[in-house]
Structure formats: C-alpha cells, structure tokens
C-alpha cells in the first residue's frame, strides 16, 4: 500500500481548487490519502499569504507537527502555496518543514515527496522571477496539471471549480497575490470548455469559473478574442450542466455588459456577482490603487440591476486601511447602505510584507478602531440581509443540494430519516432544510417558512 499523505487547506476557493489538484495527483502517483494526522507518513499543508492571520495559522500548525516529528522523525512536511512562494527559503528553514513548493510549482509535487522520502533531503521548488513571463515548460506543466487532474472536488458532490485564469496584474497596494502568483494568465478556452464537459460527463451539475479577477478572462485566437462571457456562453451549451458561477469578479468596464448580458441570456448563468468594493471612499480607494471611484461602482451595480432585475450582489470590504478617517470609513458604511448587497465580507486590514502599501504607508489606525468599525459595518449589512432574505418567507425556490448541514439550524425530531440539509439557491443564499440525504447533488423546490439575514429554512415540496 502507498505511502499515506494528509493535506491541511488554508485560503481560498483558488487554494482549495489547488488541494484538489494535488490530491488527485498523489492519488494517481500511487500514494493514500488520509484524513488523519496520526496515520500520515506525509503532511501537506497548503498555505494562503492574503492576511497575517492565516499565515500565524500555518506557523502554529508547523510548531504542532515540529512536536509530532519528535517522536516520529520520518514524518515529511511540505508547505505548498502562496506562503511557501512568498517565504521559500526561510520557511525551509524552519525544523518542521522538509519541501516548500509554491502554487506554480505544484505541478513536481509527487516527485518532491518521493525524492525527500528517498534522501531525506529538504527541498525548495519556488518560482524565481515569478512576476516574468512563465517559460513554456512551465505554463505547459500547470496546464497538463491542471487538465489531467482537475475533474471534481468530490467534497461537494455534482460541483467542481474550474479554473480560467492564473494570477494577477492589478496590484491593489494591500495584496501580495500579484507577488506570489505571478502575472495574469488566461487559460486557452477549449481546454476549460474540454474540463466542463468531462465533468458534465462524471456527473457535475454546477461548475464554478475561478480567477483573481475573473471578468478579466482575455483570450486571443485568430480573429476572435475570448472573454468571460463568450465562456459562460460556450458552457452553457454543455448537456448535463445546469448552473454556471464565476468568481471573483473586479470592478471594471471592460467585458462588463457583455457578462451581465450572458447572465440575463442564459438560464445557466447564475444571478450572483462577487464584486468587491473595499472602501466607499474615494481618497481610500486611491491608496489602494483600486482603479475606480465610489460613485462610478455604485453605477456598475445599477447597470447589473438594469440588465438582470433580481441579480443578488456580495461585496468585500477593508476596514482600517492606513489612512482610514472616521469620515472615510462613514462613507464605507454609505455605500454599504447603497450597494444593497445580499453579504459582504469584511475585514480588518493588515500590512503584507512587500506590497506596496506596508512599503509606504504607516498602519495608523488602532486595532481597536478597525474591530468597531469591523463590527458596525457588520451590523448595517446584517440588517440588509436580513431584509433581503425576508422576501424569500412563503416562497419556493430550486436549490443545489450540498449534503448534511453542518450546523443544528432546525428542529431534528425527524433526523434520522431526513438529516438537515444545506443547499444554496442559484443567487446563492443558503438554504436549510429537513429532507433525505440521496438529495446531495440534487436539484430540489423548497418552500421558505423561516429566515435569517444568512441562512433561509424550509420545507421541501
Ligand atoms: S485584484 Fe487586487 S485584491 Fe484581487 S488579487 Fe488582484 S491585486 Fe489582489
């Protein structure tokens, strides 16, 4: 029997789509995978650089594994992802860590192990000049990676990310993406639309379209340039699949009518946009180097609402950002109210080495400070959402079932034969429900009774 490995996911959707990747790839390189620390001979930890917060996570991981590998020297720890490209050597470094390999790397990450396991040397695979034009052995290596192995999470049954594009060329001053996954690169279309449709084959219903800045997607060919749009378009011809997301989107003009257009054209496309607006204050937006103003994106949200009436919107938000005045962050709160976002997700900021806003600007405002303002901007959107959701009592919605809900939402006298489910609505609010577990990976009609700014509960019809 192979060798056992267990991999830890930090991040986002675009991190776990990489664990997905690698866990197949192991899989096929004839190694087991296991949920279990105790019965790994290899741990994986798959890391993510976006906020301080999650790289203390990976530490403290790493002091807890340094502990095990006392008693059990053999054990292989690799660090992979954006930490592992943002730190290489130094993380290498550290007494836990035998392979640091960054996201563009992952592509050697069965012969890396194998390789440690056999001299037990450590080992650094991270990408030197990473914001350069990628070799075509490189580009070639994520590709075949990507196409061979991308078929299914298989956590969620019938839903599968794909992704369309790799990097980032934006350079928000507070984001260290562009430094450790390197330029924006689009994935040639017939590769993605080949990937849908071999899902569709394995059974995905609904395929999520992933990149830093999705609605970006630009690819040349012949005569034709690609966009986000023509995608969803070529995707929603694919027999078997019934639902089409993208995230996340930034805000932009370019491709932007013909995206919403698409979404209002296709009864695949989902009515959901990810858009993030990070300040409502101009002054804050430029030190961002976010490239538009407040009032501009507010009129991006009304064109949305113009061409798709009922589209449900989620926004992210920055509090604390250098600079950031009690006036500045009552703007923030304004275009909260404005906005009308069915979520948003808010954080506090925090400097990341090397991008260019720890480089010039002082983190001023007190930790104190961005926890209230963390925790009013909260407030106001929960009232929105909970309005919102409100519109949804007595209703019947189609919802994706996702599998046994992980919180105890509703009464469960009747668990044993009908567990609570979580599903989401294809403007993806989520939905609770009693019902019978074979209904993961199905469509289903609920009927709403009760609400919650978050969550919607129901009955099955
Ligand atoms: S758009 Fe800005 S925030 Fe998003 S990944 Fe690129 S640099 Fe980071």
Known sequence: MGKHVHIKSFGCQMNKLDTALVRSALDEAGFSLTEKVGDADVVLINTCSVREHAEQRVLSHLGHLKHIKKSRPDLVVGVIGCMAQRLGDELLEHEAVNIVCGPAEIPQISELITKVMQDGKKSLAVTAGIRRKAPAERSHALEEFEAAYGIEDGRIPAQAFVRVMRGCNNFCSYCVVPYVRGPEISRPPEAIIEQIRKLADHGTRQVTLLGQTVNSYKYEQGDKTWSLADLLGAASDINGIEWLRFVTSYPSDEFFDEIMQIMADSPKVCNYLHIPAQSGSDKILRAMNRNYSCEWYLELLDRARAVVPGISIAGDFIVGFPGETEEDFQATVDLLRKAWYKNAFIFKYSP????????????????????????????????????????????????????????????????ADNPQLAARTATDYIVVFNGPESLAGRFADVKIIRTSPLTLFGEPV
């Open 352 to 415: 990341r080495p090397g991008t260019r806003s720890d480089k010039r600007l002082q983190d001023t405002v007190p930790a104190e400070t961005k926890q209230r303002r963390n925790v009013e901007l909260l407030a106001v959107q929960e009232k929105i959402s909970d309005e919102l959701s409100r519109d949804f009592l007595g209703r019947r919605v189609k919802v994706l079932v996702e599998g046994p809900s992980k919180k105890a939402h509703l009464n469960s006298a009747d668990a």
